[in-house]
């Protein structure tokens, strides 16, 4: 008598389906709609708890890399780039480690470069999960941020009714800040409305079929647009303006839809921002307070500081640069960065290794559009749509970049590192390339293996003492004093 294994099995579930999900996109996903709308660590500021958060991701994703299959298709992906991106990257980290041990605090400086690898390593890993899925998954995609916009959305309209409610029973106001959760600074909200938000009409695009789906799938993109309007972010403003411009440019019939589209999601943003944030206050006769930058839309708001303080560390140390995160050790205290990813590359890192990185990033954004515009005629109506609104979103999160801390914030981070991912994902393989399974799981363990190494060597100090270091700060320089946040809340490096 044979017996055989006893396996539970469930009707339209195959027996693979657990070998075949795509895990480390899962984990992202939860990630990306967990950190807007979830305190990860209440006793900590916003963005230390994003921090932690994100460090737990990548940990768990570098767990997964131990599968021999996830390893192998990691590394088929990376010797699937072209070989210049390859060669230049490497260099570009070569150059940061030598830069690392040349900086005044090298631990703070490896940790920066760790980070930087292990974010490419998710891309990568990103980019196979989507490759192995195929177009099939772009939806799935566009309905994590629709959930994730939907969530924020649910929370934005609770604080206001209880604005509303109940704020005038205890004397208080309409203020326009409090609709903004979950951020340490309004800015780094405005980071995610750049990258969400050409994503959020689609599903109005694609599955509005009734009036009462219209309804339901455009009041979450209204709401979306209704605080970029308040926001008073004008990076947010520039960025979703750039990524309209390289839709409607590259981006063929369809590109020309999702603009007008677009246009019309501002609209009901302005409609609903003239209605629920002025109109309902001042008819209950409430006090108010907005976000309005009308009068200073044309100042720069120090960042001319930050980017001639860049350009002088520039000329100063030409060939490594200060150092991997030591902007925040040198600068004067105006911020940890300097609001501008080119100017903190050649600043931090050295104007060889800035030169590669950027070459990189220009690279990948000009293959993207020449696919993009390869394929505007070609496919179904969605499969276009969703490649428009991924080029948008990306041109929209570079343009941001050169203004805003797009490559330093958590949250951020990972949304880029996802996004580069799917984009790398869709693309053929530029040249086919080939290694040996081994030999590219070995190479690509060893990379992960030295920046996890660096990463954990950066962050074990201080993980049980952030509390603590804040409020010596604090106390050194004042209660008033404002943060500014760079890895950590308290962005400044000094020991």
Known sequence: MSSK???FEFPGIRRDFLHQLPW????????IFLAPNFDFAFMLAWHDGQRLAQLILLAVVLLM??????????????????RAIRYALLTAFALGVMSSFAAALPRWALLECGFFLLLIVLSLSIAANRRALGDRADPLLVLLFFATASAYAFTTCSV?????????AYGQGF????????FSN???????????????????????????????????????WMLVVGSGTRGTWAALLAGVIAAALVGGSAGRRWAKWQGAGLLCGLLCYGVFVVGIPQLLDLPASFLHRTDDIMSLSLREVLWSTGLAYIAQHPWLGVGPMHYAYWATEVAAHPHNALLQWLAE??????????????AGGISLAAQVRRVAGQGNDQARLFRVALLAALTGASAQAMVDGVLVMPVSQTLLALLVGWAIGMMPSAEGGRVGRRAGRLFLMLVVLCAAAAVAYGVA????????????????HGPDTRLFPRFWTLGWIND
């Open 349 to 362: 890192w050295g104007a060889p290794a800035g030169l590669l990185l950027t070459g990189v990033w220009a």
């Open 65 to 82: 890399l131990a599968v021999a299959g996830t390893a192998t298709s990691v590394a088929a992906v990376w010797a699937g780039l072209p």
């Open 24 to 31: 480390v996109t899962c984990v992202v996903a939860i990630f």
């Open 160 to 168: 206001y009714a209880a604005m509303l409610l109940v704020g005038p």
């Open 186 to 224: 309004i800015r780094f909200f405005g980071h995610i409305q750049t990258m969400l938000l050409p994503f959020l009409l689609l599903p109005a695009m694609w599955w509005g079929t009734t009036r009462a789906r219209r309804v339901l799938l455009w009041s979450v993109p209204a709401i979306w």
């Open 5 to 7: 294994p006893l396996i």
């Open 175 to 182: 203020d326009i800040r409090e609709l903004y959760t979950s």
């Open 461 to 476: 100090p201080e993980i049980d003492r952030l509390a603590e270091r804040q409020k010596n700060f604090l106390a050194a």
